[in-house]
């Protein structure tokens, strides 16, 4: 299966996609169907599991959305899971350093460019072994920057070959920067923004933002994101039953429901 993502990028065209946080194969196989460029299953805060993975990629497959996984940490062997379960490309959170986006990197390629051991199952079910000759054109290697050493060391991560592209998680990275959570108006967190966009443009990385929900995902695309989530399937949701009530109630809407992921 190619990774319509890496070709988006290539291309230069921006995407959006869904964080996927419930492990319920029909909610993921209706929202593969929206119209999302991608869905990031999320093993790190989601309340899913390896297990719940493995029913999750399958729900989505033969249709046009890239499968992505944000694994729970920067480990080898939760990045090969990921990818030998289907994924098309991991989001790698807390990643600090540059040993750490080589340690990621490494994780994600056959070699000789990585160190990933081989042993595709899903793939390989699908397509057989000629999955080995393209998965490391395929695969989507994607680092998290959200941490102020993540910061400090912004240039050396994004100068390590092999790496796709960074994503903010702006909510540690309010908390990395000393700020109050979700204070994404504060000066700081912009001139953050601001130099993790020059520092993807100055390696050819995409370029990913967390979104909350659909505004954010809208100005991070306006201000040079190449790709942004619109929420997640929790944080729809809230919102819809939310509004939905206040409307039915006569109330004033209330917006988005932020915080509720
Ligand atoms: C963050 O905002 O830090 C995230 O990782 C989003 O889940
Ligand atoms: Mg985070």
């Not at 920067?74 to 990818?83: E, V």
């Not at 912004?154 to 070959?161: Q, S």
């Amino acid at each position: 299966m190619k990774n319509n993502l890496l070709r988006k990028w290539h291309e230069k065209e921006k995407s959006l996609g869904i964080w996927s946080n419930l492990p319920d194969v029909h909610l993921a196989e209706m929202l593969s169907r929206t119209g999302v460029d991608w869905i990031c299953f999320d093993l790190q805060h989601g309340l899913m599991d390896y297990s719940d993975l493995t029913r999750l990629l399958p729900a989505i497959t033969g249709v046009p959305v890239t499968p992505l996984v944000r694994v729970a940490a920067n480990q080898p062997d939760q990045i090969g899971k990921a990818l030998d379960a289907g994924a098309r490309g991991v989001i790698v959170p807390m990643v600090n350093s540059a040993a750490d986006a080589r340690q990621a990197v490494a994780a994600c390629y056959y070699p000789p460019r990585g160190l990933r051991s081989c042993g595709p199952m899903r793939d390989a079910m699908l397509e057989g072994l000629s999955y080995l000759g393209t998965a490391n054109d395929e695969v989507a290697c994607i680092l998290m920057i959200e941490t102020e050493e993540g910061l400090n060391n912004l240039d050396a991560i994004a100068a390590v070959e092999g790496v796709s592209g960074l994503f903010v998680g702006p909510m540690d990275l309010t908390y990395g920067l000393g700020l109050a959570p979700g204070d994404f108006a504060n000066k700081r967190f912009i001139e953050a923004l601001k130099a993790i966009r020059a520092a993807c443009e100055a390696n050819s990385l995409a370029c990913g933002m967390f979104g909350y929900d659909a505004a954010m995902a809208a100005r991070s695309l306006e201000d040079g994101f190449d790709f942004a989530s619109v929420g997640s399937d929790i944080s729809f949701a809230r919102a819809g039953v939310s509004q939905a009530l206040a409307v039915a109630r006569g109330e004033e809407l209330t917006g988005t429901s932020r915080g509720g992921y």
